[in-house]
Structure formats: structure tokens, C-alpha cells
């Protein structure tokens, strides 16, 4: 339990550190890396605001038919080995562990709307998006 935890906690994080690529224009180039970096945050909490996000629902859904999909799986191998309860629990255990964490990488990732109405306001600042990390 506490090695999944660790696993989540972590895509958490990494999940999360991408971003636009700015080009290196001479719009970049005169206002500087902090001010760009500013921009860049600036337009990420407008993007929040006004962009419709549903990646919790979607994690929730995930979640939901991994453990029903490890359930069943785990009732196949309990009627074969004989412990039917036992395997149907652990199957659902690991099957909802699995859409947990498909679920949170889903997530962490921007939707395309967000991701365009990101560039549209850093093209608006002078910037070039040239692709995201």
C-alpha cells in the first residue's frame, strides 16, 4: 500500500511539470527568461479559469471499470483455484489501482483547449509556442 502511494504521489508530481516551449523570437529575447516565465503563468491561471476541466470524473470512471474489470478477472481465477471471494477482492483491488493511476496520467495531461487557449495567449504576448513538454 505504501509503495502505491509513493507510485501516485509521484505521477503527481512529474505529471504536472510540463509546459509550453516558447521559441527563442526576439520578442523572448528583449523582455528576458523571468518575464517569460511570468507570462507563462499568467496565461496558465486565465487558461484555469475559463478552460472546463472533467479529469476528475474522468479519473473516478477509470477507476471504476479497472476495479470492475479486476473483479471479474479475479472471480475467473477464484472459481479456478477454489478461493472465489478472496480472488474477486484482490482482483477489484488491483484492477481499481490500475484505473487510479491511468486515470491520474490522463489528467495530469493539459486538454487540448487548455493547450490552445494557452498558445493563443502567449501569441497574443509575442510569443512563439513551438510544442509542449
Known sequence: MKQLLFVLSLLLVTGCAGGP???????????????AQQDVAECEALAEQYVHSD??????KTTAIGG??????????????GDFGRSVGVGA????????????IQASEPSPVFKNFM???????????????
Open 119 to 133: 498558445t493563443r495567449c502567449l501569441q497574443e504576448r509575442g510569443y512563439e509556442v513551438i510544442g509542449w513538454e
Open 21 to 35: 516551449v516558447l521559441y527563442p523570437n526576439a520578442h523572448i529575447q528583449q523582455v528576458g527568461a523571468a518575464r
Open 93 to 104: 483491488a488491483a484492477g481499481a489501482a490500475t484505473g487510479l493511476v491511468h486515470g491520474i
Open 55 to 60: 479529469a476528475g470524473i474522468a479519473a473516478a
Open 68 to 81: 470492475a474489470s479486476g473483479a471479474v478477472v479475479g472471480g475467473a481465477v477464484g472459481a479456478v483455484t
